[in-house]
């Protein structure tokens, strides 16, 4: 099956600065990584999320990136404000029935 | 307005109990799924459905039951319930394997 990993597991920053997180995962097969934001008590939701056909997409201060030759993906957040801080995680699914999640990473963003 | 609901919100009980959450979505999703998930952490599959009467195990299933007779509705069900399931219970849906999945605000249940 896949394997999905998601580092680090706890990031900092200042507010204004950027946060990266990075995904890699094991199945060549996988072709959609969504990432969700949960915050505090909440459900998680979905913030972005991209396609094996696509390298890059952008929706204002957060971006995704996907390296299919070397199997990792990652999110990247510019000019972080304190409404950011929440548990990001990372996800793949090879259009089967399963995703298959990383193991977040909680985001502080510190004022 | 097109949603995917949970209940009951909170949830406490005494070890041996029976007891069934329940998950329904107006969204005519296909692809039904229950993750359990402690506070902030990681998210684990208990169960999944692709369509009515379809369920598949995932790697917490084997203290818990599904069922899937309408497209909306995906209740799980614990026959025995142990301190050890004290967690929250996130239930969720998506279009396809391809498509976003949508959570529900989930279950917080405390086994004592």
């Known amino acids: 099956g896949e394997n999905v990993e998601q580092h680090p597991s706890t990031l900092s920053v200042q507010e204004g600065d950027s946060a990266v997180i990075k995904c890699t995962y094991s199945d060549s097969a996988s072709n959609y990584f969504p990432w969700y934001k949960q915050e505090l008590g909440k459900r998680p939701q979905l913030i972005i999320d991209?396609?094996?056909?696509?390298g890059e997409k952008k929706d204002q201060r957060i971006a995704v990136t996907l390296n299919k030759t070397a199997k990792h993906f990652s999110l990247h957040i510019t000019e972080t404000q304190p409404e950011d801080s929440a548990v990001y995680f990372c996800a793949a699914s090879k259009g089967g029935n399963q995703f298959y999640f990383g193991t977040g990473t909680s985001l502080t963003v510190i004022p | 307005e097109a949603d995917i609901y949970q209940t009951p919100r909170y949830l406490v009980i005494g070890t041996g109990k029976k007891i069934t959450l329940e998950c329904s979505q107006t969204m005519g999703h296909d692809k039904m799924y229950w993750y359990q998930q402690d506070p902030g952490m990681e998210l684990h599959l208990i169960h999944y459905?692709?369509?009515?009467?379809?369920?598949e195990k995932g790697d917490l299933s084997s203290e818990s039951t599904v069922s899937r007779i309408r497209t909306e509705h995906f209740p799980l069900t614990l026959e025995s319930a142990r301190p050890s399931h004290t967690s929250q219970y996130l239930c969720?849906?998506?279009?396809?394997?391809?498509?976003?999945?949508?959570f529900g605000n989930g279950t917080r249940l405390t086994v004592t």
């Open positions: 459905s692709y369509g009515v009467n379809s369920t």
């Open positions: 991209i396609r094996s056909n696509v």
């Open positions: 969720a849906s998506s279009e396809s394997g391809n498509s976003p999945l949508h």
